[in-house]
């Protein structure tokens, strides 16, 4: 065990680690020995698939959507139905950019981006997180017309579209300048889209 660890991280830990280690070098970058070296040791540790690259890379797309679902999927289904959970979901997603969860932005974008041209497992989940968070956002936008709370005639898919290319294009700009004027501006243009203050 190397000094610079008295004691054996958490297997969460590590694929934290992972994960932000993944959005600045790549997911094709992740291998038990850069963890290993990222964290300072000379192994990652035991119960993380250090076997195969692309264990390792599930293993930590799994552990990213785990975060990703604490940090904002969980606070907008908190938020009141509707028209409350579309303004939380991007707010929590601003936010999760704003704490620097991980230093590369949203790791799923990136991860997306990466392994798009890359059949195989990895992008077959990443693909389906995606599916997953763009079904509701879907979701609340459906309610919000029921709720009334939306404009009549208000195309619920277009609207989940346009929220989440919001949040996309404010993940890559937040990433590129780490400006906090870009989280502001997106704010702004949610608020303004959703008619809410």
Sequence with gaps: MSEAWPYEPSREAILR???SLATEDGLDGLSAGTLAAALGRSEIGR?????????LQLAT??????I????????ALAAPAGLGQLAAVCEAFIAHLE???????????????EMDARPGPVRDLIASLQARFGELIHGFAVTALARH??????????????LNGIMLAT???FAAHDDPAVLELARQIVHQRLGVS
Excluded: I, K, W, Y
């Design 61 to 66: 797309v799994t552990e990213a959507a785990r």
């Design 149 to 162: 709370e939306l404009a009549p005639g208000e195309d619920p898919g277009r609207l989940a579209f346009e």
């Design 99 to 113: 704490r620097h969860c991980v230093p590369g932005g949203c790791f799923m974008a990136s991860a997306a981006l």
């Design 171 to 173: 993940d890559t700009n």
């Design 47 to 55: 119960g993380v698939p250090s076997g195969s690259r692309q264990e």
């Design 68 to 75: 990703f679902d604490e940090e904002v999927v969980q606070p």
């Design 17 to 19: 680690a992972a994960a």
